[in-house]
């Protein structure tokens, strides 16, 4: 599905990662984990190809293809979904018209049909549903005035509706109470087959009490120092980073 | 000062028509006046970032004799409305449905109506003292033939809007100058819904044509208590220049929200002339100004807080792009009685390249000391994290920078009460704007190949 070998990255001139190397098969799930400045947020961002991201060296293949050469919204259409840690307003534009233009535009990648109004209204409403928000949030502006778990369980609700072959989470937990980490564990799980694939970046091991990952990797300065099953995730949790790092040194 | 070459072929295109004779003395009074006003230059305070030099090739412009046969728009007839139409400003009766009895035009009036109409005309306007900013009101009134009248009496309800649909068909060939009027009068207790729609036929081909003027001039009084929803839409074409201007007199507790939107255009200037007469009154107004291309759209809003207790809610916003411009300058003037008044004025502009200019100014005068009064303006480019957000789900890049620029303005075209020109109006937005990314992203490839 997805392998990135010996990725060097920097933003700002500021080098953030430094030879990351990752094999995710189909169905997968990794948690990384990491201490801040660890570069955690970079990989999504690099992932996806937003600007000011620059690739110094290595390679990125995802279904075989290589990645870095394709525009931010290639890789959407082509699967990639990156659950942003800070999900951005849009006033003006519904939640309903973002998300047609979405879904249609990962559907005309697919050679699928685009779907009618009705048809995707249904969807909409379902997925909502799912993720328990009121469907008065799709008549909204994205995000606009949403509560920060409200705008993380919008999130859920866009990768439920474009159903990504890999999905990026970047710290979706962070900031959320017990029930709404559940809501979106939930649609997390629920979303789990065989052919998905999922990098859920955390900084608490909370979360993957919730969805519980197939491999942890621990992210330090930029590359991955040490992987593990769940159990390190819980190993991190009860010493923290200090002794990796000392590791790594 | 002698009057410049615009000046004296207006007058004297306006002198040749066959003209009202109610109207023959203050006819002569304005032309006399527009003749005596210095032509505005850089240095004129209420037109200094706008330039009237391109009215200078409009001296061969001349009246349409006859209102030409057209087609109106779907959106338009699909308003439920006492529909008016005017075309390169003749009336067009084919395409006008029945007046209201509140409603008339000035060449069809009664002896009562006449009498009111000589009576009020110009009331409202001359409310306003400086002479740069009334130029185009003289020449209004020196042009004074047909207009219309609505005069709500105390207590009625118009029952569906007033729709006056201005429409422009004329080509560089044969340019026309025209002159609309409107007088609405809601005595106390009374409401109406008036709207006026300025549009253009067909869009011009080459930006550099110089088709025509028009000047609209509006005058409205509302009574105590009295309600009023006023829509100003100017969406005339590349070639097309207007000016003209609101002018709202607001009485004792009387509400008047406004929506006014101004898109395309060689030359756009609007003036709100807002004056609140009497405690309690309130004015909401949302407005959207689009320039694109070579375009420059301004408007001027003066809001005059003469009485206590009086409300005012202005929330503007621009989109320019190209190597367009636009102006937007809003003033608000709090007298010395006007104790306990609100003011707010929100004004946000969108520059979506880098040739796109805006000046704007809020201005406020405050004489009172117990008021709450708010102002901001910000100019800012499109968000790229937004832009990131969009393609991050897919989104192309230019249907992303639609998105926005959309976003940005429909917040405020929401408030537009009428669902058949809301719809159009979305519809013809998102064009533009997906067009003009287009042609953005296009160019910014041949940059980096060149």
């Given amino acids: ?249 | 000062m002698a009057a410049n070459e615009f000046q004296q072929h207006a007058l004297s295109v306006a002198d040749s028509q066959q003209a009202n004779a109610a109207f023959a003395e203050r006819r002569a009074i304005a032309a006399e006046r527009f003749a005596a006003t210095a032509w505005p230059g850089r240095k004129t305070e209420a037109w200094k970032y706008t330039s009237l030099r391109s009215l200078q090739e409009l001296t061969e412009a001349s009246f349409a004799e006859q209102a030409k046969a057209i087609e109106l728009p779907e959106a338009v007839k699909a308003v439920d409305s006492y529909r008016l139409v005017f075309v390169d400003g003749v009336f067009q009766a084919d395409l006008s449905g029945d007046l209201p009895e509140f409603a008339c035009r000035f060449s069809e009036a009664n002896a009562e109506q006449k009498a009111f109409i000589n009576e009020k005309l110009g009331t409202v306007v001359a409310t306003q003292t400086e002479s740069a900013r009334n130029l185009f009101s003289y020449l209004n009134d020196a042009w004074l033939h047909d207009g219309v009248l609505l005069h709500l009496p105390r207590g009625a309800s118009l029952n569906k809007p007033l729709y006056l649909v201005y429409v422009s068909t004329s080509e560089a060939a044969n340019a026309t100058l025209a002159h609309q009027r409107l007088l609405v009068w809601l005595e106390d207790n009374s409401q109406a819904n008036v709207i006026e729609h300025y549009l253009s036929e067909s869009v011009a081909s080459n930006d550099d044509d110089v088709s025509s003027l028009t000047n609209g001039i509006t005058e409205i009084h509302v009574g105590q208590n009295a309600q009023l929803h006023h829509t100003r839409l100017n969406l005339e074409d590349e070639a097309h220049t207007h000016i003209g201007g609101v002018h709202l007199a607001l009485s004792r507790d009387s509400v008047a929200k406004c929506f006014a939107l101004g898109e395309g255009g060689r030359l756009k200037r609007i003036d709100y002339q807002i004056s609140h007469n009497g405690p309690g009154a309130e004015l909401i107004m949302h407005g959207a100004y689009l320039a694109r291309n070579k375009q420059l759209i301004d408007y001027h809003t003066c809001i005059e807080h003469r009485e206590p207790h009086c409300n005012s809610l202005e929330v503007i916003r621009g989109i320019v792009g190209d190597k367009a411009k636009a102006v937007f300058n809003g003033r608000i003037h709090i007298h010395q009685d006007a104790q306990k008044t609100l003011a707010e004025l929100h004004n946000r502009n969108l520059l979506t390249s880098n040739g796109a200019e805006v000046d704007t100014k809020p201005e406020l005068e405050i004489y009172a000391d117990d008021v709450k009064c708010a102002h901001g303006a910000t100019v800012s480019q499109l968000d790229e994290t937004a832009l990131y957000y969009l393609q991050s789900r897919g989104i192309e890049a230019a249907e992303a920078r639609m998105l926005l620029s959309y976003g940005f303005v429909n917040e405020v075209l929401s408030q537009l009460p009428y669902q058949p020109l809301l719809e159009s109006l979305q519809v013809r937005l998102r064009a533009r704007f997906i067009d003009e990314a287009r042609k953005s992203a296009a160019e910014k490839l041949i940059g980096e190949s060149a």
């Fill in chain 1, 1 to 249: 599905m997805l392998q990135i070998r010996e990725l060097v990255a920097s933003v700002e001139g500021k080098q953030i990662l430094n030879g990351l190397s990752l094999d995710i098969k189909p169905g997968e799930v990794h948690a990384i984990m990491g201490p801040n400045g660890a570069g955690k947020s970079t990989l999504g961002n690099v992932l996806t190809g937003r600007e000011g991201y620059e690739v110094i060296s290595g390679e990125v293949l995802f279904n075989g293809e290589d990645m870095l050469a394709l525009d931010i919204e290639e890789r959407a259409r082509a699967g990639l979904f990156l659950a942003f840690q800070y999900p951005v307003e849009i006033p003006g534009v519904s939640n309903m018209e973002f998300l047609k233009a979405a879904v249609d535009a990962r559907r005309s990648h697919m050679k699928q049909e685009e779907l009618s109004s009705f048809d995707f209204m249904k969807l909409a409403r379902e997925a909502s549903k799912k993720v328990s928000l009121d469907a008065a949030f799709l008549k909204r502006g994205v995000n606009e005035g949403f509560s920060g778990g409200e705008k993380k369980r919008n999130e859920i609700l866009q990768m439920m509706m474009l159903e990504p072959s890999l999905c990026v989470l970047d710290e979706t937990d962070s900031g959320l109470d017990i029930d709404a980490l559940q809501v979106v564990a939930d649609g997390v799980n629920a979303m789990r087959d065989s052919e998905r694939s999922f990098i859920v970046v955390t900084h608490y091991q909370r979360l993957l009490d919730y969805i519980i990952p197939d491999y942890v990797h621990v992210l330090a300065n930029g590359r991955i120092v040490k992987s593990g099953d769940k159990e390190l995730a819980r190993e991190l949790e009860a010493k923290g980073y200090g002794w990796l790092e000392g590791e790594v040194a």
